[in-house]
């Protein structure tokens, strides 16, 4: 049996996401699939307790990176965006350490420096460049008969994209720090 689950994460809430992944694998449902921008494909699966790990690559997994994976134990599930969906049974991750995707915290801050480098850094472009000049020109009504509905609709982007660019740009810094010492 299979569902389909709409669930969003930003690209910061990346450690949140591999929890529900774990809680759905507890009650029995093991993700197959990603679909973007938010749908995970599970299918059912005797309930275990199986840890879940996030690596963001910005492409594809590749043949010798996934196989890497595998000598360690872990099982490439899916690919979605450039982030690498990788499982590992929890009684097979039972040594300290032997949870984590990562050897070292180098490569945890490493990796949540290269999502705010490739997708953070673009969001804030088409921020600055986008949303906050057509706001402008729609509040200034110089966009025509709809300024109305173009001030509303690049006032709530301009929201959306303020609170995603905060939330983001703090979580990842926090993320950074946390494992740089």
């Given amino acids: 049996m299979r569902k389909t689950v709409a669930r969003f994460f930003t690209v910061a809430d990346y450690e949140e996401e591999e929890i529900w992944l774990r809680e759905q ?15 995970y494909v599970f299918e059912s699966c005797e309930p275990s307790d199986t840890v879940y790990r996030l690596d963001f690559k910005n492409a594809r997994a590749t043949e010798d990176y996934v196989q890497m994976a595998r000598d360690f134990g872990w099982e490439h599930v899916a690919d979605c965006l450039g982030w690498l969906f990788f499982r590992k049974p929890a009684d097979g991750a ?10 070292d915290n180098a490569s945890r801050a490493e990796m949540a420096g290269k ?5 953070l850094v673009p969001v804030m472009v088409i921020f600055l460049c986008c949303v906050i000049p057509n706001l402008l020109n729609a509040v200034r009504g110089s966009l025509g008969a709809m300024s109305g ?5 690049f006032g709530v982007m ?3 994209y303020v609170y995603l660019i ?3 740009g703090l ?4 993320i ?3 494992n740089r010492g």
């Fill in 25 to 39: 694998h507890k009650s029995g449902w093991k993700v197959m699939k990603v679909i973007p921008p938010c749908f």
């Fill in 176 to 178: 950074r720090e946390k």
């Fill in 171 to 174: 979580k990842l810094k926090r």
């Fill in 149 to 153: 509905f173009f001030a509303a609709f």
């Fill in 115 to 119: 999502v705010v480098r490739t997708r």
């Fill in 94 to 103: 039972a040594a300290e350490g032997e949870d984590e995707l990562f050897s």
């Fill in 158 to 160: 301009f929201v959306a």
């Fill in 166 to 168: 905060v939330h983001c």
